[in-house]
Nanobody, 119 residues
Framework: VRFVESGGDLVQPGGSLRLSCTFS????????MSWVRQAPGKGLEWVSS?????????FYAESVEDRFIIGRDDTRSTLWLLMTSLKTDDTGVYFC????????????GGQGTQVTVSS
């Protein structure tokens, strides 16, 4: 399993970003996929997940509900995360993972993408 995350940047509070993750080496069409993040000095935290085809049900952590939208394009092996109304607490490194809220697994060695929300 190999994930490549991108799209992170420095953004002001209230701004927006769209993260992308391309993946290979896994039967992704059949897997629930997640975004997780790691804030400075803290552990990994589940952010959001999406079921595989055909359900595509979406789930969000309470802290990002109504601000983030998760999506996937299995034809392009891509998972994405649209983040709006960003807050300083959203700062961290974002990774994609397989699994859902309590079952996610992040492959070792992933670089993630840095999101910094600051004025």
């Amino acid at each position: 399993v190999r994930f490549v995350e991108s799209g992170g940047d420095l953004v002001q509070p209230g701004g927006s970003l769209r993260l992308s993750c391309t993946f290979s080496g896994v039967g992704h069409r059949y897997l629930e996929m997640s975004w997780v993040r790691q804030a400075p000095g803290k552990g990994l935290e589940w952010v959001s997940s999406i079921n595989p085809y055909p359900e595509y049900n979406r789930f969000y952590a309470e802290s990002v509900e109504d601000r983030f939208i998760i999506g996937r394009d299995d034809t392009r092996s891509t998972l994405w995360l649209l983040m709006t109304s960003l807050k300083t607490d959203d700062t961290g490194v974002y990774f994609c993972a397989t699994g859902g809220r309590t079952t996610w697994e992040k492959p070792d060695g992933g670089q993630g993408t840095q999101v910094t929300v600051s004025s």
